[in-house]
């Protein structure tokens, strides 16, 4: 029900499908045992899921690159096999690994994500030495076959306009660095849900590793772990009721999985940007199926999920709040600040255009504006949880969204007015960009927001909003003028706390 602009969600979802069914037929065909294909099924998948390179050749470079990290992980792996205190340490290596590369962007996510991925399939398969050639076999096929779908057969990314791009939030070094402490948060919990796992079980203890080490992909602050955390023990209870429904009637029939499995793939990949509760549901389903096609399902193993899971979701909660915290407050601080600088550059380059720039070009801009909503969205999630207790706190932070969402409507609306080439510029515009300047400052200084500087950005004088752009500013003052107050006003604690 979520919106599908340019219905990308659907290209990615149903190119998924014909990847990764591809790889897979391959594998079959090609001679390749079952534990091989589903190897090799799942570096399609992650080929496909976690490379996601703003431009096609980044993208090509890294998914050429997976095999690099997936051979000696799954050679590490297998040798362990037999010496499970030696293997266990090296699976808490490869998590707290496989987190920090994310300080290397997009590229070191994908790898990250990939080599642990490759340890957790051989944990699933029990893969030992002897299998190695064939896995490597398998896993290139796949890859191969996911590229060329990806890069050759349907790549509709050339079709589409350079993505903006939004630099990350100031690194910092050591401890200070956020891609530190979580490497160090996934470890500690990741530790917690291995030794949690081994009591409840000695086949299937690496489920409650998996399921920390996904809380922490792609979240930046204790609140969305929280947050993560609880949308996966949802999702997997919501699967595994499905699966009792369908995985489990199946016994593991060949054709029927195959089709079922599918549709799983679809719904992971359509769901994914929009609801993580969605998308875990069909990874529990597919991994019902999985285990069907190998012949170990059944009810028990379904419930044994449903605790692995929130024992792994556990460890992660426990990690986040005791270990290295890297708090909500800093993180959503910091996005919304980078969003209203972004409100203002959109602005100054709109103005300059209507007043006959030729380089000036708010369009990139507004682009920009958008994925910072999408991260001050993701940041302020744990408050307006449902569940989430601090009431007043929800509601102002509800307040701070819709008050954004106000001001980038407008910057939509000012860069729309901007495009056109009739529209003019006279002093009233520059005046009103200064007015925003000052609220924007006002609103970003350290600090409070004093009360003087408030009023005097709301007594600024009202516009008689005859012309389209003027009318944008206004809007646009005034929102920010009322943003002061959910923010910071002096005599209250900030939006999230320290």
Not at 105 to 111: A, E, I, Q, T, V
Not at 140 to 163: I, K, Q
Not at 225 to 246: D, H, K, Q
Not at 347 to 355: P, W
Request: proline letters at 6%; a positive charge.
């Amino acid at each position: 029900m979520a919106p599908d602009p340019g219905r990308l969600r659907l290209r990615s979802a149903l190119r998924a499908v014909l990847g990764i069914g591809s790889a897979v037929a391959l594998c079959v065909l090609t001679g390749h045992s079952l534990a091989a294909a589903i190897t090799g099924g799942l570096a399609a998948l992650l080929a496909l899921f976690t490379v996601l390179d703003p431009t096609v050749r980044g993208q090509a470079v890294t998914t050429a690159l997976l095999p690099a990290v997936g051979f000696p992980v799954l050679a590490l792996a297998a040798v362990l096999h037999d010496h499970p205190m030696t293997r266990d340490a090296a699976f808490l290596a490869v998590v707290g690994a496989g987190v920090y590369a994310r300080r290397w962007g997009p590229r070191g996510h994908s790898l990250g994500v990939f080599a642990f991925m490759m340890y957790f399939a051989s944990q699933f398969l029990h893969t030992v030495a002897g299998q190695l050639p064939e896995l490597y076999g398998a896993m290139l096929l796949s890859l191969l076959a996911a590229a060329t779908v990806r890069f050759g057969l349907w790549c509709y990314e050339r079709r589409l306009p350079p993505p903006a791009a939004v630099p990350p939030l100031a690194a910092g070094t050591g401890l200070a660095r956020a891609t530190t402490r979580q490497a160090i948060q996934a470890m500690a919990g990741g530790a917690f849900a291995l030794a949690a796992g081994q009591v409840l079980s000695q086949e299937r203890w690496y489920w409650a590793v998996g399921a920390t080490w996904w809380v922490f992909v792609n979240t930046a602050s204790s609140g969305e772990t929280l947050v993560r955390s609880f949308r996966r023990v949802l999702g997997t209870v919501l699967g595994i009721a499905v699966g009792l429904g369908v995985a489990v009637p199946l016994h593991g029939a060949p054709a029927a999985t195959a089709a079922l499995v599918a549709v799983c793939v679809f719904g992971i990949f359509y769901s994914a940007a929009v609801s993580y509760t969605w998308m875990m549901l069909a990874v529990t389903v597919m991994a019902g199926l999985l285990y069907g096609l190998l012949g170990v399902l059944d009810t028990g193993l379904l419930v044994l999920r449903v605790a692995e899971t929130g024992v792994g979701a556990l460890g992660a909660v426990l990690a986040v709040l005791l270990v290295l915290p890297v708090t909500t407050h800093a993180t959503t601080d910091a996005w919304i600040q980078r969003t209203l600088r972004c409100v203002h550059a959109c602005t100054a380059e709109a103005a300059a255009r209507l007043a006959g720039s030729g380089t000036a070009d708010p369009s990139a801009r507004v682009a920009e504006l958008e994925l910072l909503l999408g991260k001050v969205r993701a940041s302020l999630a744990p408050l307006v949880h449902p569940l989430s207790p601090v009431r007043a706190r929800k509601g102002r932070a509800r307040r701070v969204l819709a008050l954004l969402d106000d001001c980038a409507r407008e910057v939509r609306g000012l860069a729309a007015v901007a495009a056109d080439p009739e529209a003019s510029h006279d002093d009233r515009l520059a005046a009103a960009c200064r007015r925003v300047e000052a609220a924007v400052a006002a609103l970003t200084a350290p600090g409070p927001v004093a009360r003087a500087e408030r009023y005097a950005v709301a007594a600024a004088p009202r516009l008689h909003a005859t012309e389209p752009a003027l009318a944008h500013l206004h809007g646009l003052e005034r929102a920010l003028t009322e943003l002061a107050d959910p923010l910071r006003t002096p005599g209250h604690r900030p939006l999230i706390g320290a």
